[in-house]
């Protein structure tokens, strides 16, 4: 069977294609893929890594704020958008998929629009509670639609597609790794751990508040563990707040890097975790069950992190503050009750793992497995 996947731009997309690719290959091992992505994306880089191969389209996304530089990038994007039918054709004819499936971001939009058009069996997966532009318009043109959760249906036509909730693959290690193995591997005692953490670039907000964060437990000498992840961003500047504290970046309670490198690990020992509200992020907090304070990225299309974050809201799993609202003193606040009152992380705990998807692979295959039916 061939398999040909589309998408891009972000991991966010990325890493849910990689995942499925590797789901597929469980059942039907003989499975041959390709991918398609743009030449300037995380994609160029992480399929290859990945082991599978990958073809080349040049899309861009329209800039609606209105600058000699966005005007430029317009004139582009509509280039590339005239030459994007004949490429995907080609790619297509090319591989000769029995399937294709896209994941998002704007290199799907061709890709998955030309199989549908030629009569392949297609899918799109849509990671966010508030769909993408292009799964949107994709979603009437498919043969099925893949939801990381349903409440991203009230964004879309939801009587023209047929759909299944799958939920959003996460690895296997974020959840079957208990807190006892995590803690001995990492040297933590059973105190309560405070996981945060704004991605591989960092947060300034989130870097900011932690600062203020670990000075208020290490001052306070309070039995409290510490796992922060300040990223690329902050590597100028959080260890010399740290110093200037006298506050080691590594002790018996901390551990403070620029990447976390072992997040399955990490995340196992946390009580509470602080970070942002991706797709993927939110997957794992669900699969591990953990608590957590989720400040949404503002900038995101659609501000689809916000609504991400407000399913694990609403559930109780989650304590959600817009980045705007955020201060030390507020952080600290909650921190300090889940501290006096472990009793409420453990009803969040039960909340988040509550949400999780734990037969994604299967749900995902079910979904292949029609598609290879319609052919």
Known sequence: MKVLLAGGGTGGHINPALAIADIIKSKYPDSEFLFAGTPNGMEAKLVPQAGYKIEFIKVAGFQRKLSLKNIKRNIQAV?????????????????????????????????IR?????????????????????????????????????????????????YTVTGLPVRSSISSMTKQEARKILGFNDDMCILSF?????????????QEVIK????????????????????????????????????????????????DVCMACADIVVCRSGASTLAELESA????????????????????????????ASIVIEQKDVTPEKIISYLDDFYKNPEKLEIMSYNSSKLAVNDTPQRILSVVDKLIKSK
């Open 289 to 316: 069950g953990k608590a957590s304070i989720l400040i949404p990225s503002p900038i995101v299309a659609g501000n689809h992190q916000y609504h991400n974050a407000m399913v694990l809201g609403k559930a109780g």
């Open 198 to 210: 704004g991605g591989s670039l960092g947060a300034g907000c989130i870097n900011d508040t932690m």
């Open 114 to 162: 030309m199989a549908s058009k030629m009569g392949i069996p297609s899918a799109i997966h849509e990671q966010n509670a508030y769909p993408g532009v292009t799964n949107k318009l994709l979603s009437k043109e498919v043969n099925h639609v893949m939801l990381t959760v349903k409440e991203a249906l009230e964004y879309m036509d939801k009587g023209s597609f047929e």
């Open 216 to 263: 208020w437990h290490t001052k306070n000498n309070l039995r409290i563990n510490h796992i922060h992840g300040y990223g690329g961003m902050g590597k100028d500047t959080f260890p010399q707040a740290m110093q200037k504290s006298g506050i080691p970046l590594k002790s018996n309670r901390l551990r403070i890097t620029e990447y976390i490198n072992d997040m």
């Open 79 to 111: 280039s590339y958008l005239a030459v994007s039918g004949k490429r995907a054709k080609e790619i297509i004819k090319g591989f000769n998929p029995d399937i294709a499936i896209g994941t998002g971001g704007y290199v799907a939009g061709p890709i």
